[in-house]
């Protein structure tokens, strides 16, 4: 695997779709890509703005029964480091709570990403999300939301350990209960422990559909 | 510089290719019929005799949040208001004529004889059910509600309804219900909550 720089900045576009097979069962896709705008320190052979990659995720979770909101998916990633391809298989448990006038969803998840010639990745990790109306006491169609996301994970490869922390807010619009349109700021700061810390800011622009 | 060049449009087609394989499901499908709708209402737009009214009520009405809803059965104003005892959500129509007054309450604030009743009904009907929110409704005329409102017991009489929200599992299926309860928990009417699609937060 190349270094990456310290400091990145960059845009991250993202399609996430879902739509039910039957009664029993929910399936999620998410297309994302990320374009570096700026880095610092320019690692050799590389430039201030760049393609980095994209991932296609796909989540399947049971939509009833003893097991709902509990799902398992898989994860492809292109890297234009080296145009390898990377592997991660995903075990996830979701559900919102609604408190007040204020939504929020927590979400359970372990992962383990398989690399060549890399030893397996194994994290854990939790996310709670917010969402607040902007008017009324609820999100209805043709209205605008405040999200805010906080993710914690933890990492072991190699027999060592370290942490990860995202955080993030954006603007959303519920156009229908089917579609909602985001943009707003990703942020993370990855390898925590240790003095290589990575500052990663994302533009995100997020547009969520269900069919 | 020529393998760059190579690697920026084998880079270019890869993404095109992927964005397509994402869009590949694409069939559009109309959105589900929305049963309730509110906004924010400011001081100004709220009719008089409801806002003396709830002034005459509450000795901090700054505090007073008002709603315009939007619903199957026409548009109402309501009034939200926290105090110690819970929080009163008083609904007038568009006139200023008051409608409904409810105050959030705990399940065991009710009377022992409702609550049995309500379980009953509960355990009867659903496979674990569980409570959410309850909320005690006064229907009658402004001087009555001003009373109860004010901690006075008054000489007419009135009606006492419980609204209770809770989660209901029926043929293995758990959705979110409405159960309209009378004073003494016999159900009236029960409304299936449609809720909304969470899929922005969940993934």
Excluded at chain 1, 72 to 90: E, K, M
Excluded at chain 1, 163 to 176: D, I, Q, T, V
Excluded at chain 2, 191 to 197: C, P
Aim: net charge positive; proline share 3%.
């Amino acid at each position: 695997m190349c270094a990456q720089a310290q400091h990145r900045f960059g845009i991250m576009p993202q399609i996430n779709t879902d739509f039910k097979i039957g009664q029993l069962l929910k399936v999620n896709t998410k297309l994302e890509n990320r374009f570096i705008l700026y880095q610092n320190p320019i690692q050799t052979n590389a430039s201030r703005s760049e393609y980095e990659r994209t991932d296609i995720e796909l989540i399947v979770s049971a939509n009833k029964g003893r097991l709902k909101n509990a799902g398992v998916g898989y994860l492809i990633r292109r890297s234009d480091n080296d145009g390898s391809f990377l592997h991660r298989s995903i075990q996830q448990y979701s559900f919102g709570q609604q408190i007040s006038n204020l939504q929020l969803a927590h979400r359970l998840r372990t992962d383990q990403t398989f690399e060549k010639q890399e030893a397996v990745q194994y994290r854990v990790r939790y996310r709670l999300s917010l969402e607040k109306p902007l008017s009324g006491l609820k999100v209805d169609p043709k209205e605008y939301y405040m999200k805010f996301n906080t993710e914690v994970m933890g990492i072991l490869k190699e027999q060592k350990t370290n942490m990860e922390l995202r955080l993030l807010s954006a603007l959303g619009y519920n156009h229908s209960d089917e579609d909602q349109l985001e943009i707003g700021f990703d942020y993370r700061a990855e390898d925590l422990i240790g003095s290589n810390t990575e500052n990663l800011l994302w533009l995100t622009v997020g547009w969520y559909h269900s069919f | 510089m020529v393998l760059r060049r190579k690697t920026f449009k084998t880079n270019m087609k890869n993404g095109v290719i992927l964005l397509m394989l994402s869009l590949f499901f694409t069939v559009a499908v109309q959105a589900q019929q929305k049963f309730e709708r509110e906004s924010r209402l400011k001081i100004s737009e709220v009719p008089e005799n409801a806002k003396l009214f709830l002034e005459s009520l509450f000795s901090n009405p700054t505090k007073i949040r008002w709603y315009k809803e939007e619903s199957l059965t026409g548009i109402t104003i309501e009034a939200k208001k926290k105090e110690k005892e819970g929080t009163y959500s008083i609904k007038f129509s568009l006139a200023g004529e008051l409608q409904d007054t409810e105050l959030t309450q705990k399940f065991n604030q009710l009377p022992p004889e409702t609550q049995q009743r309500i379980t009953d009904h509960l355990q009867a009907t659903y496979k674990r059910a569980k409570i959410k929110k309850v909320q005690l409704q006064w229907l009658a005329p402004q001087e009555i509600i001003s009373a109860l409102i004010k901690g006075k017991q008054p000489a007419e009489s009135y009606t006492t309804n419980y609204e209770v929200e809770f989660s209901g599992n029926k043929d293995g299926e758990v959705k979110l219900y409405e159960t309209l309860f009378d004073h003494a928990g016999n159900p009236m009417e029960t409304k299936e909550i449609v809720q909304r699609n969470l899929h922005h937060l969940l993934y």
